[in-house]
């Protein structure tokens, strides 16, 4: 029997067997599994817990024990009493699980110390023959490396559970063991990587490991129920699912090749560490149970609830139309008020764009400064090979890293610290030398994000498709107009339009909208170029045949060209309409919990603000704004929407009067950006179709 933090696991005992365990805030009972296995999870921290027996005559029972906080830290000898070198190690962490830990030093370890990064995540990062991107990047200049599996992943122990508290602490243990190496310069490490392993850096950090320097967190999530698993309330069974059901296979015993291998050749600890898969946690299930957002485990999965306790330098990237995490990422960026150092970089772009050649060149800079403590050099070999690899990723010759700016440590730390934190790449793609590239045309710099320079601009929603600013005119009286339910359109996604294309987000395929399935609206053509840079709504006064409905507002721009550009969408479910007190003129923040859902009153009009996800794009002079309200789907690559069975019932949109709609957007005016209309088909995720129905 072990206990941890919110945790007590039981192996060795009889399959089939009833356990109860018993402490200060009641009891519990569990049925051992086949393989002698029984997990209790979210146990209150305390003393006094007893496992029980309940079926045996007379009852047997264990020892008293204790079940620790989070916050109960080993001492510092339990971290440098382990030893890491060359090659595949494991890791000890306090309640005596091992983590595979993927050590590769650039030289001897007699030679180092060297800087030092770690890659964590649930993939394989200490798979011995093949590293993660970011681990074989910083090898390739000069970084000590250290790719960790999870607890319950690859060939590490423990059972695996979605960003456990158990994990986030693990973070903290393998930090601590990784620093108080030998071959660690300064004893102290950076963090590395996209996606998985970038949104495990906040949580790690969040726990403040003294020996943690800096993390760079690359394509990330600010709360897993609004960001990707529930958008608006609404369950994600496109990526959300399919990666799910991805990290249940591959976390099952020896569910990823290299585990198989390394039992193959004798090693006794992977193997022993595959016996408490039995006890991981059922993600698909679990996901598509969670309809409702709860505080617990709610928050504890939202780093927005969290990045405010990070304390070291923090380098972040991400996509507004990331395909996979999506972009609610950017609506914490105001979050990180625990460090003085905060890099920030923004594009258009789909989920692996944080590697385009700017963030990356950034990135090296950032690392060298906070963990190398070196001036910024890139590697010749590095900068020459570049090239070869984004010709291989983008299909585009010529792509190179930016130059170094600096020729001293102390230059390169002062430069960082003085500039504006944010970076706004504005359409990526649509450089002319570089088409296709996550190569930017134009670019703006701020103090903070959300602009504040932007301001919100309003529009009314009017018959005939118009969109109405104030001052173009009164909005005729009260009226309505209706769309039909097309449920087959939430499976829709938009995919690539050459199957054997590498780069599969440079040419979407958009779907067509159907007469008679959406309504649209669109300002009159602009008269100068508008910026649009934050998070919006849409005031929506909707009537519905049926007791609830599934809402997806979409931001696209209709060109002179005849061609409609995708911009943003964003979705809601009308019974989660109720807001929180996060809620802002801007940005409203649905509670999404149970007790707040309630049905659509009947025959009349209701309103519901739907959030358009945060973006930013430039709408050129000539372009007409336009909002799409339809049911969700058809806009987006990889995601798909468990609807509402209401296909065919009719939903009511009012305007006017007592029931005017609203679209409010940020928009920044009267800053330099390139001039004249990217082209379609080569703006990275932002595809082209058409124009169709009344602009």
């Known amino acids: 029997m072990r206990s941890s933090t919110r945790l007590v696991a039981i192996t060795g005992a009889e399959p089939g067997q009833t356990l109860e365990l018993a402490g200060p805030t009641g009891s519990s009972s569990g049925i051992v599994d086949e393989l002698g296995n029984l997990i209790f999870r979210e146990v209150d921290p305390g003393d006094g817990y007893v496992v029980a027996d309940t079926g045996s005559s007379p ?183 399919s990666w799910g059901d991805s990290r249940q296979g591959s976390t099952d015993a020896y569910g990823q090749t290299w585990i198989q291998d390394r039992v193959d050749a004798g090693d006794d600890v992977c193997e022993a560490n595959q016996l408490m898969r039995t006890q991981n946690v059922d993600l698909t299930t679990t996901a598509a149970d969670l309809s409702f957002y709860t505080s617990d485990p709610g928050d504890r999965l939202a780093p927005r609830t969290f990045v405010d306790q990070i304390n070291v330098p923090v380098f972040l990237a991400g996509a507004w139309q990331d395909e996979q995490t999506g972009p609610r990422f950017a609506t914490m960026l105001d979050s990180f ?137 009164a909005v005729p009286g009260e009226a309505d107009e209706s769309f039909v339910v097309d449920v087959d359109r939430s499976q829709v996604v938009t995919p690539s339009a050459d199957d054997g294309n590498d780069n599969e987000f440079d040419d979407l395929v958009w779907p067509a909208l159907e007469e008679g399935t959406y309504l649209g609206y669109a300002t009159k053509p602009l008269t100068e170029d508008l910026v649009l840079a934050g998070s919006g709504h849409v005031s929506l006064w909707v009537r519905s045949s049926a007791v609830d409905a599934d809402l997806q507002v979409s931001i696209t721009e209709l060109r002179p060209d005849g061609q409609e550009m995708y911009v943003q969408s964003g979705w809601l479910r009308a019974s989660h309409r109720t807001l929180g007190a996060q809620s802002t003129d801007l940005l409203p923040f649905q509670t999404h919990s149970e007790a707040d859902a309630s049905p659509l009153p009947a025959d009349e009009f209701t309103l519901v603000e739907i959030e358009i996800f945060p973006v930013a794009h430039v709408f050129r002079a000539g372009s007409s704004l336009r909002l799409i309200v339809d049911n969700p789907g058809g806009n987006r690559n990889l995601w798909k929407f468990d609807v509402l069975p209401n296909d065919g019932e009719t939903i009511s949109v009012g305007m006017g009067g007592a029931t005017l709609s609203e679209l409010v957007l940020p928009f920044l005016t009267g800053v330099d950006v390139a001039d004249g209309l990217t082209p379609c088909g080569s703006t990275r995720s932002q595809p082209c179709r058409p124009i169709v129905g009344e602009p």
């Open 337 to 473: 008020t625990g460090t003085d150092v905060v890099e920030i970089h923004l594009y258009n772009g789909a989920h692996a764009d944080s590697a385009n050649p700017e963030v990356l060149g950034r990135l090296f800079e950032f690392m060298d400064v906070y963990v190398a403590h070196r001036a910024p050099v890139t590697n010749p070999l590095v900068r020459f090979g570049a090239p070869l690899l984004y010709e291989s990723v983008y299909g585009v010759a010529g792509l190179t890293l930016p130059p170094d700016r600096f020729t001293s440590l102390d230059e390169a730390k002062s430069t960082i610290e003085s500039e504006q934190p944010v970076t706004l790449m504005l359409e990526m793609g649509g450089d002319p030398d570089t088409l296709g590239a996550p190569v930017p045309r134009s670019e703006l710099k701020f103090d903070s994000w959300p602009p504040p320079a932007a301001q919100p601009q309003r529009w009314a929603l009017a018959p005939g498709g118009l969109l109405v600013a104030p001052g173009d005119g």
């Open 59 to 241: 009852t047997q029972v264990s020892d008293r024990f204790h079940v620790p906080t989070f916050k109960e830290i080993p001492e510092q000898s339990f971290y440098s009493s382990q030893s890491l070198i060359d090659g595949l190690n494991y890791i000890e962490m306090r309640d005596g699980v091992t983590l595979a830990a993927m050590v590769r030093l650039p030289g001897p370890a007699e030679d180092g110390p060297y800087p030092t990064v770690v890659e964590y995540s649930g993939y394989d990062p200490a798979n011995p023959d093949e590293p993660e991107p970011m681990t074989g990047i910083f090898s390739q200049i000069g970084y000590a490396t250290v790719g960790v599996n999870m607890r319950g992943s690859g060939c590490s122990g423990g059972a695996f559970d979605f960003f456990s508290e158990l994990q986030t602490i693990d973070g903290y243990d393998m930090i601590e063991t990784i620093a108080a190496q030998g071959w660690v310069l300064n004893n102290a490490v950076g963090m590395v990587g996209i996606s998985y392993p970038g949104i495990s850096q906040l949580f790690v950090a969040q726990t403040q490991p003294p020996s943690l320097e800096a993390i760079s967190p690359m394509s990330v999530i600010e709360d897993s129920y609004r960001s990707v698993v529930y958008p608006g309330g609404i369950y994600n069974n496109g990526f959300a699912k």
